[in-house]
């Protein structure tokens, strides 16, 4: 009797201690989750981090707060994600901490794929190339036709090392086969102002920088470098029908620390998914160039290991880490 009193009590206790771990679980978040963004207040990625949160808060049952930690090409932010011990700290993650920060800063000692763990992609930025006016040139064919033709390699300009714009334009000129002089210009707004003043001859950008420009006629679209034709974009040519495989894009997630238990990972997931169903969400994001491409935490961490391949492979090429441009 002893012996069975004693099993009865163990098995009660067992569910017990079951029963509180499983309301300790579904609790989950039980305070405010934190959204670290790993660029300035005001950009894009601040900008679709705050669209995205106003709406997952329905999901999670917890406001979702975002945190600007910008710095050091994305160090500050990985590391203060890294930091986090409160189970409630997540990053927004975007392709140049993901693949980029990785080969140009090796002394961060920091890797998304191997350090964090993926919840899910949201969507990505194409790039664009565009050409000034006083080139002449309407297509990437007459571009690549232009440099050949010309007497001295043709500017081809971008807005800073290691940048993805920097990235871009050295894969589009590989892939094109454009002998041109690469030359950082500090920032897209200089770099639009040498464009249209003469200094450079032709730009790679995210199509946010670049398509006010283009509807103003101050600089001419040559290729949008997206996989697809998108909305908004239907009339201008695809890189990849010159080359193929001639894709750049940018793309942006959420991650969190490697040790999330997978239960929040996939409710976090969810809580991005549901977001991304608001009908007024998509146009707002089309505002930033950014298109939607949704995925479970598997899909994004296939889109991280082919980012890395790509941009890490580039970014290899310029040795970047040992300050050559």
């Known amino acids: 009797m002893k012996t069975l009193l004693s099993l009865v009590a163990t098995v009660l206790g067992l569910g017990l201690s079951l029963s509180v771990d499983a309301q300790q679980a579904e609790s989950w978040p039980n305070r405010p989750v934190r959204l670290i963004v790993p660029a300035a207040p005001g950009g894009s990625p601040d900008t679709l981090a705050r669209l995205l949160t106003a709406r997952m808060q329905s999901t999670l049952k917890q406001p979702v707060l975002v945190e600007t930690r910008p710095g050091a090409g994305g160090v500050i932010g990985a590391r203060a994600l890294l930091s986090a011990q409160d189970g409630h700290t997540f990053m927004m993650m975007v392709s140049s901490v993901a693949a980029v920060l990785p080969v140009v800063n090796p002394g961060a000692n920091f890797d998304a794929v191997r350090d964090l ?56 000129a590989q892939m094109s086969g454009m002998k041109t002089l690469s030359v950082s210009f500090g920032s897209p707004a200089k770099t639009l102002a040498g464009l249209v003043g ?37 009339t201008l040519a695809l890189g990849q029908d010159l080359v193929p495989g001639m894709v750049a894009v940018g793309a942006f997630g959420i991650m969190g620390p490697k040790n999330t238990p997978a239960a929040d990972i996939a409710l976090l997931a969810r809580a991005v998914a549901e977001a991304m169903k608001d009908p007024e969400i998509v146009p707002r994001l089309r505002d930033l160039g950014v298109y939607p491409n949704v995925t479970d935490p598997a899909g994004y961490a296939s889109i991280l290991k082919q980012e890395q391949a790509v941009w890490g492979e580039v970014a290899r090429g310029l040795r970047l880490n040992e300050g050559q441009k």
């Open 117 to 172: 763990a993926p919840v899910a992609s949201i969507g990505y930025t194409p790039m664009l190339v565009v050409a000034s006016n006083a080139t002449g040139v309407k297509t990437m064919t007459e571009a690549v036709e232009f440099a050949k033709r010309a007497a001295t390699p043709p500017v081809f300009a971008h807005a800073g090392p290691g940048t993805m714009s920097h990235l871009a334009q050295e894969r589009v």
């Open 198 to 234: 003469g200094d450079a001859h032709f730009y790679v950008d995210a199509v946010s920088v670049m398509v006010p420009m283009i509807q103003a006629g101050r600089v001419v679209p040559l290729a949008v470098l997206s996989p697809e034709k998108l909305p908004g974009l239907e």
